[in-house]
Nanobody, 125 residues
Framework: VQLQASGGGLVQPGDSLRLSCAAS????????MGWFRQAPGKEREFVAA????????LYADSVKGRFTISRDNAKNTVYLQMNSLKPEDTAVYYC???????????????????WGQGTQVTVSS
């Protein structure tokens, strides 16, 4: 599975941004998808995940209520809508995929099978 993330950029605090991750080379609808981020000098951290059925989601506490993960299985794409962005959201954002997870195992995305390349998000005034 190949994952291509896009949509990053430079925004001001309080702004919104939507990231996209297009998948190819696999059966997208069978994968749980996730977003991670890595800020300079920090370890990569989990941001959000969505089950293959799209009905179950999981968020890091730091983004809960501000970010929304969604997917379009017809377009083989997962999205991350980011609202009320803060400077501490600045990071390289990565999408990831893992197969074989049932809804109650969503945290299993934290050890994904596939990674996409990152897209830079910078929040600064």
């Amino acid at each position: 599975v190949q994952l291509q993330a896009s949509g990053g950029g430079l925004v001001q605090p309080g702004d919104s941004l939507r990231l996209s991750c297009a998948a190819s080379g696999g059966t997208f609808r069978t994968y749980t998808m996730g977003w991670f981020r890595q800020a300079p000098g920090k370890e990569r951290e989990f941001v959000a995940a969505i089950h293959r059925s799209a009905g179950i989601t999981l968020y890091a506490d730091s983004v809960k209520g501000r970010f929304t993960i969604s997917r379009d299985n017809a377009k083989n794409t997962v999205y991350l809508q980011m609202n009320s962005l803060k400077p501490e959201d600045t990071a390289v954002y990565y999408c990831a995929a893992r197969g074989g997870l049932i809804a109650s195992q969503l945290s299993g995305i934290k050890t994904p099978d596939y990674w996409g390349q990152g897209t830079q998000v910078t929040v600064s005034s």
